[in-house]
């Protein structure tokens, strides 16, 4: 059975920072394309960094120099430090594992930044 456990959100004032953990289990993880993706009120969920097996990486233009998103495949976790956080980055932040046509996703967890 596939789960993510997913950790680190939370409220944080702007300029502030967090570091989201997602471990997976249930799949082969050091297979998989590993991403953090969020999603606002009102709002599309979009991806935020994505890393593949062999650690490259990409991120959406507006967290690019505040964000990075690192794996451990032996702790079978995938990690998103968040840093210089604005109101703007207020959202649910999913975990999302993919290869090929097979996806699976976190329950989510929130992240508020807000003085």
């Known amino acids: 059975q596939v789960q993510f456990v997913e950790s680190g959100g939370g409220l944080v004032q702007p300029g502030g920072s967090l570091r989201l953990s997602c471990a997976g289990t249930?799949?082969?993880?050091?297979?998989?394309?590993m991403g953090w993706y969020r999603q606002a009120p009102g709002r599309q969920r979009e991806l935020v960094a994505s890393?593949?097996?062999?650690?490259?990486?990409t991120y959406v233009e507006s967290v690019k120099g505040r964000f990075t998103i690192s794996r451990d495949d032996a702790k079978r976790t995938v990690y998103l430090q968040m840093n210089s956080l604005k109101p703007e980055d207020t959202a649910v932040y999913y975990c999302?594992?993919?290869?090929?046509?097979?996806?699976?996703w976190g329950q989510g967890t929130q992240v508020t930044v807000s003085s």
């Open positions: 249930g799949f082969l993880f050091s297979r998989y394309l």
């Open positions: 890393i593949t097996r062999d650690s490259s990486t």
């Open positions: 999302n594992g993919a290869w090929g046509s097979v996806n699976y």
